[in-house]
T-cell receptor, first 110, second 111 residues
Framework: SQQGEEDPQALSIQEGENATMNCSYK?????LQWYRQNSGRGLVHLIL?????REKHSGRLRVTLDTSKKSSSLLITASRAADTASYFC??????????FGAGTTVTVRA | DAGITQSPRHKVTETGTPVTLRCHQT?????MYWYRQDPGHGLRLIHY???????DKGEVSDGYSVSRSKTEDFLLTLESATSSQTSVYFC??????????FGPGTRLTVT
């Protein structure tokens, strides 16, 4: 069964706005990762946050992790048309197996 | 794309026929994975390998087998394809403790 669940399932925003999506999971984790998938392509790794970290930044991406609530959020600031994609969270209970959520589809309108 | 190729990229086959998908890496990493992606389900792990001849099942392994006779190749076989195995199949590698790198995918249609 899938560990992570993203919310919302779909998100439509104007270019320049921020996009926030959330991931909830059920059991304890070693780390949590976010991936992006453009239509018809493979997944691309965005950011990894370990269970002992609370926040991580990478460019316009900000990820938070709250292990007490078993949840994570991904914030994309100042969105661009190129950010249109599906975003997946993946949880790792050990270092070598991931469990993916069903994803959030983000559409950035020009 | 992290040196991962998948072949074929597209395949249409009939119910009951065997199908083998190939994943090839140029990076010589120990861990390799096969996932399937279906609408509403995200990616689900089929099988993975942690070395030559070392494989283990994922959450949706029924109807699939794998083999890894060389570090660089990880094969996924559908012994007798069914319509429920129509999906997009992704291979991935994991260099170290952390992120995975994905191939471009194989779109399989079983008619």
């Amino acid at each position: 069964s899938q560990q992570g669940e993203e919310d919302p399932q779909a998100l439509s925003i104007q270019e320049g706005e921020n996009a926030t999506m959330n991931c909830s999971y059920k059991t304890s984790i070693n780390n949590l990762q976010w991936y992006r998938q453009n239509s018809g392509r493979g997944l691309v790794h965005l950011i990894l946050i370990r269970s002992n970290e609370r926040e991580k930044h990478s460019g316009r991406l900000r990820v938070t992790l709250d292990t007490s609530k078993k949840s994570s959020s991904l914030l994309i600031t100042a969105s661009r048309a190129a950010d249109t994609a599906s975003y997946f969270c993946a949880t790792a209970s050990n270092d070598y197996k991931l469990s993916f959520g069903a994803g959030t589809t983000v559409t950035v309108r020009a | 794309d992290a040196g991962i190729t998948q072949s074929p990229r597209h395949k249409v086959t009939e119910t009951g026929t065997p199908v083998t998908l190939r994943c090839h890496q140029t990076e010589n990493h120990r861990y390799m994975y096969w996932y399937r992606q279906d609408p509403g389900h995200g990616l689900r792990l089929i099988h993975y390998s942690y070395g030559v001849k070392d494989t283990d099942k994922g959450e949706v392994s029924d109807g699939y087998s794998v083999s890894r006779s060389k570090t660089e190749d990880f094969l996924l076989t559908l012994e007798s394809a069914t319509s429920s195995q129509t999906s997009v199949y992704f291979c991935a590698i994991q260099p170290d403790r952390g992120e995975q790198y994905f191939g471009p995918g194989t779109r399989l249609t079983v008619t």
